[in-house]
């Protein structure tokens, strides 16, 4: 692992939880000379990439930014490096880095975007900075709280892969899903139209 790295890690671990980003763009702007950073959280529809600072929301698919986000690897587009944030295959959404020098950096800077999402995920229930920002309208007091008992929308490990969303995401009409994963028995519940089932990592 890389020096840069490394330092990236202990500034995430050390930051006050609201200045998870200020933190980092102040080490890419050392360590690489970026000065222009965004965190792009997907939204609760998975149909937008929300700008943690405000701004235009990313929709198209074509984008550099979707690109990343949906194919869960780096992109380099002009200059700029797109880097996926996640973590145990939770997608958190994407950081932006303008002024990357070659593609050759995106190594380096996938991994501080790892170290992001980790940090984003130990956070969470202690903030509702990141949490507000990626939404796209309110949230029904309903799905407000059904999101809050949620394990997360995703899981990966390397025999298997699973995924679950809320649908509608911000009016909750009673449908939901449940996930634990112990190492050797994965259990999957759905809520509405009732089903079970259990699956064993290879």
Avoid: K, N
Avoid at 71 to 79: E, L, T
Avoid at 135 to 143: G, V, Y
Avoid at 152 to 177: C, K, M, N
Wanted: charged share 25%; aromatic share 6%; glycine share 8%.
């Amino acid at each position: 692992m890389s020096e840069p790295v490394d330092r990236a890690r202990a500034a995430l671990v050390a930051a006050p939880v609201d200045l998870l980003i200020r933190r980092v763009a102040a080490l890419l702007e050392q360590e690489y000379g970026s000065t222009d950073i965004e965190l792009l959280q997907v939204d609760y529809r998975l149909s937008a990439l929300v700008p943690l600072g405000g701004g235009e929301e990313v929709r198209a698919p074509g984008h550099p930014a979707w690109r990343c986000f949906d194919h869960q690897s780096p992109v380099y587009a002009d200059g700029t490096g797109y880097l996926p944030v996640s973590m145990r295959g939770e997608r958190r959404g994407v950081l932006r880095v303008a002024r990357v020098a070659d593609e050759g950096q995106l190594a380096g800077l996938s991994e501080i975007a790892t170290a992001l999402a980790h940090e984003l995920v130990a956070v969470d229930p202690g903030t509702d900075v990141y949490r507000v920002a990626r939404r796209s309208r309110r949230l029904t007091l309903a799905a407000e709280v059904q999101w809050e008992l949620l394990p997360g929308r995703s899981r990966s490990r390397p025999s298997f892969s699973l995924a679950g969303q809320l649908e509608p995401a911000y009016a909750v009409r009673g449908d939901s899903f449940d996930w634990s994963d112990d190492a050797v028995v994965v259990c999957l519940d759905w809520f509405g139209p009732q089903a079970d089932q259990q699956l064993r990592p290879a």
